[in-house]
């Protein structure tokens, strides 16, 4: 079955330092790959997606992640964490799985330490 | 308007009520789309619709919930006979093009309704 996989519930950085948030997908073709950033008490809100061509895309707020079809990984990355991207993470796949869906994984929620 | 908003922000029923949760979308945003959320759970996809067409209803839970949308504009929710377990934040979001077979919309998210079933 097709599935969206996040391994890390939660993850704590120190300020400064830098930032690796895991996603696994399992699928049938190479889907779309998107990440999403929910902030408290705010919905949420797109950091980047992967369609095709180049497998590192850059996002927002200074975030990049890679598609590696080899792993089924599409993984987030931050050289260095500010105290304001403590968030929750969400990972998607959008792809046709039959009937049309968006499928999340179960989030990752990040804690910075000042 | 300039995002999807939803109303109400929070809900307090009690178990066996009905409740209604409204979504307005982007202005333009052909494709709305409804989750829901539950505590410490990641989004769990209920419905969507795309336009005037008829909604994929494959992932709502139980004959308890059904969806409407007016248009290409507000889309109403509603949980019959409400549960505890129905105890969520729901979410609502809108694109503006729905490839009608592949997953690449960049969908925009409203800030939820909480819903709390006593």
């Known amino acids: 079955a097709q599935s969206v996989t996040q391994p890390d519930i939660h993850i704590t950085v120190s300020e400064g330092a830098s930032l690796e948030l895991r996603c696994n997908y399992s699928?049938?073709?190479?889907?779309?790959l998107f990440w999403y950033v929910q902030s408290p008490g705010q919905g949420l809100q797109l950091l980047l997606k992967?369609?095709?061509?180049?497998?590192l895309v850059q996002g927002i707020k200074g975030f990049e992640a890679e598609f590696k079809r080899s792993q089924s990984s599409f993984n987030l990355r931050k050289p260095s964490v500010h105290w304001s991207d403590a968030a929750e993470y969400f990972c998607?796949?959008?792809?046709?799985?039959?009937?049309?869906?968006?499928?999340f994984g179960t989030g990752t929620r990040l804690k910075v330490l000042a | 308007g300039a995002g999807v908003s939803q109303s109400p922000s929070n809900k307090v029923t009690e178990k066996g009520k009905d409740v209604e949760l409204r979504c307005d979308p982007i202005s333009g945003h052909t494709a709305l789309y409804w989750y829901r959320q539950r505590l410490g759970q990641g989004l769990e996809f209920l419905i969507y619709f795309q336009g005037n067409s008829a909604p994929d209803k494959s992932g709502l839970p139980s004959d308890r919930f059904s969806a409407e949308r007016t248009g290409e504009s507000v889309s109403t929710l509603t949980i019959q006979r409400t549960q505890q377990e129905d105890s969520a934040v729901y979410l609502c979001?809108?694109?503006?093009?729905?490839?009608?077979?592949?997953?690449?919309?960049?969908?925009?998210f409203g800030p939820g309704t909480r819903l709390l079933v006593l």
């Open positions: 998607a796949v959008g792809a046709r799985l039959g009937t049309y869906k968006y499928i």
């Open positions: 992967y369609f095709s061509g180049d497998t």
């Open positions: 699928y049938g073709a190479t889907p779309y």
């Open positions: 979001a809108s694109s503006l093009v729905f490839s009608g077979g592949a997953g690449a919309e960049t969908q925009y």
